[in-house]
């Protein structure tokens, strides 16, 4: 029985470099020409496949748009308009309130000390002041 | 070797040379870098950093390969160090899976073919970058550099800065390897 190429002595075969054995031994053995037959078509196809699909993957990535955004459609822009009107208006409501809040105090305060000074600078009790109109009237 | 190879040297080149360079040797590094890494944006990132490499290394180009293998080297350089990055890996593995019926769907229709051996061709092409894709770093460079590249023995010495012998011991395991896998898909 005639011993089969092994796979290093195909691997010769596959690289271009095979011994005289072996050699001699793919010319009468039709079983381990097939193998290697295959072998090497199916590695060169294998390349092949790995160029095609490498340029398909290129081209891919170069069809691609770089970063041009999508156009917005008009209802998204009023959207947006929209949310950056309200935007803005709480922004400038956060800055004006607290203001108006702080000048509506200093308000109040003023008011209250003008009626302490008011009651303070009376003559008379409040409850007496109709009396002494009437006699400033009389007089 | 083309004539336009011969003709660009990076040592001489102005900006001109360069790009005519780019042009002609980007679709092979690309191809190379989307091979070993299986991630289009990866190998394009590795193709830009090797031209880039390559011209700021313009000047220490010495002629003593290619400039295809000269490209390579730099090539495989910038592909291991991102192979190297843990934080990838997980991402390289799951884009890798899904590739092989994706490659072998390129194989060339030949018409004298009946659609069985199409067929039969389709799953061999799909086992070998299964076992290609499932070698140790070193076996899968050297098996893509030969049967993706072309290129020969002291070709991928050269580049890959190993002995031609150790080249060789590598393609055998990868050829053992990728015949197993081919065999236990039939």
Known sequence: MIPHLSSEQLSEFILGRPNAVATRHIRDCAACRSELAQFREALGEFGGAVRAWSADQANVALSLPASLPEPRSWRARYQLAWALLAAALFIIASFVLPRRVEENAAANDAWLLNQVDAEVSRTVPASMEPLTRLVVEKQ | MSGLETEIRPDL????????????????????????????????????????????????????????TWLMRIALNLIRDRAR??????????????????????????????????????????????????LPEKQRTVFLLRFVEDMDLLEIAVATGMKEGTVKTHLFRALRAVRERIGETE
């Open chain 2, 85 to 134: 990055n843990r934080r990838l890996q997980f991402w390289r593995r799951a884009s890798l899976m899904a590739r092989p019926l994706d490659v072998a769907g390129h194989a060339i229709r030949d018409h004298r073919r009946s659609p069985e051996a199409q067929a039969l061709l389709q799953e061999r092409i799909a086992a070998i970058w299964s076992a290609a894709e499932r």
């Open chain 2, 13 to 68: 080149a102005a900006l001109s040379d360069f790009e005519a360079l780019v042009r002609l040797y980007r679709p092979r590094i690309f191809r190379f870098a989307l091979a070993s890494l299986g991630d289009v944006d990866a190998a394009e990132t590795v193709t830009q950093d090797c031209f880039l490499r390559a011209y700021q290394a313009r000047e220490q180009f010495r002629e003593e390969c290619s400039l295809h």
